[in-house]
């Protein structure tokens, strides 16, 4: 079970997203490299960002982003894997 991703969020120090948005849990079909490369950009995240880094360093990031290099934090598959063992966790 889980949700289907329609953006992929940035993550604020691993634990939550920049935009504040609540973290999903993303059905395991969608948890591959492939299809979180072509998610647009939350413009929340972005925005984010671009107030905590600048501009410039937003502009940055969008272009790590577009050339697909890993040098930036994308928030994938781990923080969803957080997410479940947090909800087991209060479930017991
Ligand atoms: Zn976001």
Redesign the pocket.
């Known amino acids: 079970m889980g949700a289907k991703p329609t953006?992929l969020?940035?993550g604020n120090n691993g634990d939550s997203?920049?935009?504040n948005?609540e973290p999903q849990n993303w059905a395991d079909k969608y948890l591959t490299d492939e299809f979180a490369r072509n998610l647009p950009k939350?413009p929340?995240?972005m925005d984010a960002y671009g107030i905590k880094h600048g501009s410039d360093m937003a502009q940055n990031m969008e272009n790590h982003l577009e050339n697909y290099e890993p040098a930036v934090e994308i928030v994938a598959p781990p923080i969803v894997n957080n997410v479940k063992t947090l909800r087991m966790y209060l479930n017991t």
């Open positions: 953006v969020h940035m997203y920049l935009c948005a939350c929340e995240c």
